[in-house]
């Protein structure tokens, strides 16, 4: 199941301007994506941005660079942000144009209220409500990798930031690079553990993101809203970054969900999972948020396990989370699926905001599910 609270999600729609009752009729669209229905054009995925990438990009920019500090690197990567926001902005507004010059769409704007009243297409500004959606991916490898760098290079000094960056662009295959490897994720606390010293970079770095999306505005006459979901899409996002430090393989997968600890990093209870994500500011993420669990069976086995669910979502609900989904299921039981396919054909997860047969997903995807934490309660 995926559970939405009302408390952050109806906030959350008045602060991008919607009235209280509108927004109290709020619906799920797609996946994870928030929307008032019949008085909505949203277009909630008009970009994935890649957060890691932007890090990625500003170490190489920096790797013959001997005066890099720690404050200027963190100021260069939100000037990098702030840059590649304006672009994809500019490109999606292009193509905002286009869509209302040589592709209006009468049917379905007849069904939209507004539009009739005004008589104006949806692609014209004709709904009360005109969103453009960007997902900001990768917040939990952006911080573990910062957090390891600072410790690494700027704390402890065991590596310059260009012998860092030759690891790294050698993926790890120098002489010392598995011990480096091995101390970048083994020493340095990751997201999803509440440690608050990684979790304030998540949190600070998501709100630049989203104050740097929530001013800009679509031909339509609405505001760009953020979000923070993957559906699938961290899987191929991650094949276009190298190795990053926090100990992640080039093109290795990005944290999965948006909001998601990296695969088996959160290894203090899915309590403390919740209190790093409520460390984000949950609120500004108006275009919708997803952080996956995945339980045992057991743990939720009987009266008992049902009780504890139920605390665990009272926790869920006060510590302000917009959304959490579950799956419930063996890591072993997957791993049976992908040898005998045939045998369970009707399995269903939970990939993003949507379920699929596990066997129908791609290789990739079921080795994402599979290495997901199994939380205990």
């Not at 729609?13 to 994506?33: I, K, M, P, Q």
């Not at 002489?175 to 606390?189: S, V």
């Amino acid at each position: 199941p995926q559970i939405f609270n009302d408390e952050v999600v109806i906030p959350a729609f008045l602060n991008r301007g919607v009235s209280l009752d509108d927004a109290r009729d709020y619906s799920v669209v797609g996946c994870v994506e928030l929307s008032i229905p019949g008085r909505t054009y949203g277009l909630h995925d008009i970009a994935m941005f890649n957060l890691l990438k932007v890090m990625e990009i500003v170490m190489l920019e920096n790797e013959s660079n001997p005066d890099i500090t720690w404050d200027g690197l963190i100021n260069q990567i939100r000037d990098k942000i702030r840059y590649y926001i304006k672009l994809m902005v500019e490109g999606s507004n292009i193509c905002d144009i286009g869509h209302r010059d040589w592709a209006p769409v009468p049917l379905l704007s007849s069904f939209i209220e507004d539009c009739v009243q005004h008589g104006q297409d949806i692609t014209e500004g004709g709904a009360r409500y005109n969103f453009s959606g960007v997902q900001g991916i990768g917040i939990a490898n952006l911080s573990d990798s910062l957090h390891a760098l600072k410790g690494m290079v700027f704390e402890q000094k065991r590596l310059s930031f260009a012998e860092l960056i030759a690891v790294l662009k050698a993926n790890f295959q120098t002489p010392e690079g598995e011990k480096i490897r091995a101390r970048l994720i083994n020493r340095f606390e990751k997201y999803g553990n509440d440690i608050d010293e990684v979790d304030n970079i998540s949190a600070d770095l998501l709100r630049f993101y989203c104050k740097e999306v929530e001013q800009y505005r679509n031909p339509r006459g609405g505001r760009f809203t953020p979000g923070s979901y993957t559906v699938s899409a961290h899987v191929p996002l991650g094949s276009v970054v190298g190795a990053t430090p926090d100990g992640r393989l080039a093109g290795e997968q990005l944290a999965d969900g948006g909001l998601s600890p990296m695969l088996g990093q959160d290894v203090q209870g899915p309590t403390a999972v919740l209190k790093s994500v409520s460390k984000l500011d949950n609120f500004l993420l108006s275009n919708g948020t997803l952080l996956n669990v995945k339980f045992t069976p057991a743990t939720l086995a009987g009266d008992g396990g049902l009780n504890k669910l139920a605390d665990f979502l009272q926790a869920f609900t006060r510590l302000k989370l917009q959304h959490i989904q579950f799956n419930v299921v063996n890591a072993d039981t997957l791993r049976e699926a992908q040898q005998r396919p045939q045998d369970f054909a009707g399995l269903v997860v939970r990939v993003a905001g949507y379920s699929a047969f596990f066997v129908e997903l791609s290789q990739e995807i079921q080795d994402d599910i599979i290495r997901r934490t199994a939380h205990q309660l």
